[in-house]
C-alpha cells in the first residue's frame, strides 16, 4: 500500500509534460523516434497515425482555411473596386451637373448603377434659397416624426423602415437604405435625406459596411448645398 501511495505521489502531470516540452523545445531533436512511436486519433476518423502524421494533417486543414479566408478576401476587394469606379463616375456626373432639375433623376440613376436598387428617392425640408425652385418634388413636406427621425442618425440607416417613413416609398421593397443629408458637413443638423428601396430583403442589412453609403451622402449632400 505504501508503496502504491508512493507511485501515485510520483506521477506527473499532464500540465507538468506540457511545461517541460515548451520550456524544453529541442526534446524531440534529441528523441525523434518517440515522433514515429506516438499514435493519436486521426481528426478524420481513419483510425490512429502518428504524431508527424496529425501535425501534417493539421497544417493542411490549417492552409485550406486560411486559402478559403485569402479567396473571400480577394473577392470582397474586386467587389470593392467595382463600387469605388461607380462612385467615382457619379462624381463625375455631379461635378458636370449645373441644374437642380437634372439633380435628383442623375442620382437616382446613378443609385440603381451603383447598388442595384429598384427606387431612389431624395427628400429635402431645408427651403431653397431661390423660391422658383420650390416646386421640385424633392421638397415636398414629410411628416416631423420621419424628419425627426432621420435628423436623429448618425451614419446611414440599413435595413427595414420606420413607421414614419410609411407610403414615401413602393410597398414591395423589402430593404432600404437611410442616408441623412447635411448642409456644409454640419452632422448635428439633417436638411434631408437619401433613401434607397430594394426588392431584396438582404440587399441592405443592419451590419452591412457603411463606408460608400456615407461617402455617396456627403457628396449628395455637396451637390444640393448650392441651391440651399
Known amino acids: 500500500m505504501q508503496q502504491d501511495n508512493q507511485i501515485q505521489n510520483d506521477a506527473i502531470s499532464a500540465d507538468e509534460v506540457s511545461s517541460y ?99 431612389a428617392q431624395i427628400h429635402l425640408w431645408l427651403k431653397p434659397s431661390d423660391e422658383t425652385l420650390s416646386y421640385n418634388a424633392i421638397f415636398s413636406p414629410v411628416s416631423n416624426a420621419f424628419s425627426d427621425w432621420v435628423t436623429a442618425l448618425e451614419a446611414p ?16 421593397l423589402q430593404s432600404f437604405a437611410f442616408i441623412p443629408l447635411h448642409k456644409n458637413d454640419d452632422k448635428k443638423q439633417a436638411i434631408g435625406v437619401l433613401i434607397l428601396g430594394s426588392e431584396d430583403p438582404l440587399r441592405f442589412k443592419a451590419d452591412m459596411g457603411l463606408m460608400y453609403l456615407k461617402r455617396i451622402g456627403d457628396l449628395v449632400s455637396a451637390s444640393f448645398s448650392r441651391y440651399l
Open 157 to 172: 440607416n440599413c435595413g427595414t423602415k420606420p413607421e414614419s417613413a410609411q407610403g414615401l416609398l413602393d410597398e414591395n
Open 21 to 119: 516540452l515548451r520550456s524544453h523545445p529541442h526534446f524531440f531533436e534529441q528523441y525523434a523516434n518517440l515522433l514515429t512511436e506516438i499514435f493519436l486519433p486521426s481528426p478524420h476518423g481513419s483510425g490512429a497515425i502518428s504524431l508527424a502524421e496529425r501535425q501534417q494533417l493539421a497544417q493542411r486543414d490549417k492552409i485550406r482555411v486560411q486559402e478559403v479566408m485569402l479567396a473571400q478576401i480577394i473577392e470582397f476587394g474586386e467587389q470593392n473596386d467595382v463600387t469605388s469606379h461607380k462612385v467615382h463616375n457619379l462624381s463625375v456626373k455631379l461635378l458636370e451637373n449645373h441644374s437642380l432639375t437634372d439633380l435628383e433623376p442623375l442620382i437616382a440613376e446613378s443609385m440603381q448603377q451603383v447598388f442595384a436598387v429598384k427606387q
